[in-house]
């Protein structure tokens, strides 16, 4: 099990940009394949993007292509995700999630391929 938080939430004028941090706690953190999510009351909690152990493949969901990108740092143990030219509709509570697995497994993109979850940051994009 490992330990998650985010920080860089905010608010921030739509055409904005802001960067989100997962900082995770213990010593394998190459072993976890990570994830970004984000959720609106009301609605399900929905795939943003992930990246595997190695930080060497990354996967985005399409409507955010060109946007955000997902990148990761093996030796401070933490996920960032880079949000630029925001969105009002980007408003949400954002969540890292990690799952340890083979580094030759395919990266997850359901919340449910994930064990282990930060208590959220909450972006809010004004127009």
């Known amino acids: 099990q490992v330990q998650l938080v985010e920080t860089g939430g905010g608010l921030v004028q739509a055409g904005g940009s802001l960067r989100l941090s997962c900082a995770a706690s213990?010593?394998?953190?190459?072993?976890?394949?990570m994830g970004w999510f984000r959720q609106v009351p009301g609605k399900e909690r929905e795939f943003v993007a992930a990246?595997?152990?190695?930080?060497?493949?990354?996967y985005l969901a399409t409507s955010l292509l060109g946007r955000f990108t997902i990148s990761r740092d093996n030796t401070k143990n933490t996920m960032t995700l880079e949000m630029n030219n925001l969105k009002p509709e980007d408003t949400a509570v954002y969540y890292c999630a990690a799952r340890q697995q083979d580094q030759r497994s395919r990266v997850p993109i359901g919340r449910r391929d994930y064990d282990d979850w930060g208590q959220g940051t909450q972006v809010t994009v004004s127009s």
């Open positions: 990246i595997d152990g190695s930080g060497t493949r990354t």
């Open positions: 213990g010593r394998t953190f190459s072993s976890y394949a």
